[in-house]
């Protein structure tokens, strides 16, 4: 099955370095989306099928939480999983982002075989949803 | 600054040039870096939390694109590493500065990141950036590059 995936990070080498890591690891994309920020991701979950969400943490306009936080607010959208993409490794932290809403963690720099693995695992996980 | 501290700098700086774009770091002596006449871009980016502080990093201008290609497994003449140079620059920052959080304080404190800037840095103000006690000198692939890592509490 093909999933369509939104990539929300402010810059724009972080997007094509995950696109790059979702195409060779073999994930099935659909289509590809993408947003520099919060406000512009909302619009976009909005108005098209997105299956599953990557997003960067610090970013202007509108960070990651504040996206989670307005997406866990509507009833649709928050059954969308977010997969934060961050430089962070702060255990604390990722709690907290779980706790928030935050389906899962990816951390800065990761392998195509960690971006495979933790879709696999927040997919699988979206399946009964 | 002390042996281990510069150590753990040391590593987490090469370790990150190497694996994210595939380009080898060694600390040198200050006074390898001095005298050159580039022109250098620096990214500077704060974090607040147990520790408040800033990280800098400085490269030649010339050596962005050629991160960029780097990063994203591309042709150095691809038009598009000059328009994502900058943005390759800041996030070799973005990750240094989170492992370096990482490997200096464990993974217990939450420390809140600022987006990172870069901007055009005249020679003198390099030079005196360089002099700094909390700044090292390395060389990556043959470019003068300084880091430069303050804790303010």
């Known amino acids: 099955m093909a999933y369509n995936i939104l990539i929300v990070d402010d810059s724009a080498i972080v997007r094509a370095v995950i696109k790059k890591a979702l195409t060779i690891s073999g994930v099935d994309v659909g289509e590809l989306f993408n947003a520099a920020d919060g406000q512009q991701a909302l619009e976009i979950v909005a108005n098209e099928w997105v299956d599953l969400v990557f997003a960067d943490i610090n970013m202007p306009v509108m960070g990651g939480i504040e996206m989670v936080r307005r997406m866990s607010e509507d009833g649709l959208l928050t059954t969308i999983p977010v997969i934060v993409v961050s430089t962070e490794g702060s255990a604390t932290r990722i709690e907290e982002l779980k706790a928030q809403g935050v389906s899962d963690y990816l951390r800065k720099p990761f392998t195509p075989e960690q971006i495979r693995e933790v879709v696999d695992k927040v997919m699988g996980e979206n399946h009964g949803k | ?153």
């Not at chain 2, 040391?10 to 005298?35: I, P, Q, R, T, Y």
């Not at chain 2, 991160?67 to 800041?90: H, M, R, S, T």
């Not at chain 2, 809140?112 to 002099?131: A, G, H, M, S, Y």
Request: aromatic residues 8%.
């Open chain 2, 1 to 153: 600054m002390e042996n281990e501290r510069i150590q753990l700098l040391e590593n987490v700086f090469c370790d990150v040039f190497e694996n994210l774009a595939f380009m080898f770091g060694e600390l040198v002596d200050k006074s390898d870096l001095m005298h050159n006449n580039m022109k250098h871009t620096l990214a500077q980016m704060r974090f607040d939390g147990d520790r408040t502080g800033e990280v800098i990093l400085t490269v030649p201008d010339e050596m962005c694109p050629e991160i960029a290609a780097n990063v994203l497994g591309i042709d150095p003449d691809d038009d598009q590493v000059y328009d994502l140079a900058g943005d390759a620059l800041k996030e070799m920052l973005n990750i240094i500065c989170g492992q370096l959080l990482t490997a200096l304080e464990g993974s217990d404190p939450v420390f809140d990141l600022t987006v990172p800037k870069i901007q055009n840095i005249k020679i003198e103000d390099w030079n005196e950036l360089l002099k700094r006690d909390e700044s090292l000198a390395f060389i990556v692939d043959d470019y003068p590059v300084i880091l430069y890592v303050k804790m303010d509490k």
